[in-house]
């Protein structure tokens, strides 16, 4: 038995895979080794609970509950809606009471109750976002993208790339309710996708699809109302790229020094080198990956290794992460991988 799991969650619609894929990791080589599937209908994003027990995971039906075995299988416990179109980001509250959910499709954020045995429960707030955006069939309507708790378990952010904003909420407790305290407001047509924190909790990344860059702010909540400050921006693809691409991913590495993001279209990941201090952002390459449309990128548990899982091609890619030089150098061939979406390390 390997030291650590990896699920991947697959689209279902087309190709052969049955939803969640299971893999072995050899995280001193960084590599991973298929192990079985679990069947559910296009797993669309994962996330584990906070005690690690359980894996969470959207499909058309909603929110699917897994238990995770002490062998890294799973069994399923039981689905629950969320009363809209398939969502596109799940994440978990940090104290382990509450789930949330993103729907690009239908512009919702859902928050749900997380029931005592780990399963998910009722719904205790959904919003529609409102309003209009600026590219006609792009991004003229709400698509939310991202639903993330700040740090410091306060305030949920909900990013909308449709409409180049970001809210945020304040979560009450115990009801799961949420209080709308404050709008960052992106640049127009930069399509807000996905938000990181540092893992000191005092700064936040903004990775931008249409505009294809990264903005960093502070974040302060010790105060009444939550303070984001803006102080950086820079570029998510190589000076020199032509290629029509879309910003995607966005990873900051256990240590708080590095942050990587995946580009579709040009098909690269981007490199940086950070300052722990002002968590500014500082690129080191822009490399290729080797496969079509990256939807996510793992970083192994050694922080060593990455695997980019590219969904138009079908593959899962590794690379060998070399700090000193700053780059990545492809480990060993593509594995097979029908439509990853998203992916996420287990240890047992």
Do not use: W
């Not at 969650?9 to 939803?19: D, E, I, L, P, R």
């Not at 409102?130 to 700040?150: D, K, N």
């Not at 990344?205 to 960093?216: A, D």
Request: overall charge negative; hydrophobic content about 35%.
């Amino acid at each position: 038995m390997s030291g650590y799991v990896a699920y991947i969650g697959c689209y279902t619609f087309h190709g052969t895979s049955k939803g969640i894929e299971i893999f072995d990791v050899d995280v001193e080589k960084g590599r991973m080794t298929r192990r079985g599937e679990v069947a559910v209908n296009n797993s669309s994003y994962l996330a584990l609970s906070v005690d690690q027990r359980f894996l969470y995971s959207l499909v058309d039906e909603g929110i699917a509950t897994f238990a995770i075995e002490p062998d890294g299988n799973l069994t399923y416990l039981s689905t629950a809606t969320i009363k809209g179109m398939r969502g596109c980001h799940l994440s978990v509250d940090p104290r382990g009471e509450f789930i949330f959910t993103a729907g690009y499709h239908d512009g919702k954020a859902t928050v749900l109750r997380i029931n005592p045995d780990g399963t998910v429960g009722e719904i205790t707030a959904e919003l529609y976002n409102r309003g209009l955006g600026s590219i006609a069939e792009r991004t003229f309507r709400p698509h939310v993208s991202c639903v993330r708790m700040t740090p410091d378990e306060k305030y949920l952010l909900v990013a909308d790339l449709g409409i180049d904003q970001i809210k945020v909420f304040e979560l009450q407790r115990p009801a799961g309710t949420l209080r709308l305290v404050d709008i960052i407001r992106c640049e127009l047509e930069s399509a807000p996708r996905m938000i990181q924190f540092s893992h000191d909790g005092r700064h936040m990344y903004v990775i931008c699809e249409l505009k294809n860059y990264i903005m960093t702010y502070n974040y302060d909540g010790s105060g009444e109302i939550p303070q984001f400050e803006f102080k950086q921006l820079v570029s998510a693809l190589p000076r020199k790229s032509t290629a029509v691409s879309a910003a995607y991913m966005l990873r900051v590495a256990d240590d708080d020094r590095s942050v990587f993001c995946t580009n579709a279209g040009d098909n690269s990941v981007g490199f940086y080198d950070r300052d722990t201090e002002t968590g500014l952002l500082y690129p080191r390459s822009f490399l290729p990956i080797s496969g079509d449309y990256p939807k996510d990128l793992m970083l192994f548990p050694d922080g060593r290794h990455l695997c980019c899982l590219n969904q138009d091609s079908d593959t899962l890619t590794f690379f060998t992460i070399d700090y000193d030089k700053g780059v990545i150098i492809m480990n060993g061939l593509p594995i097979r991988c029908d439509n990853p979406n998203r992916g996420v390390f287990k240890k047992l």
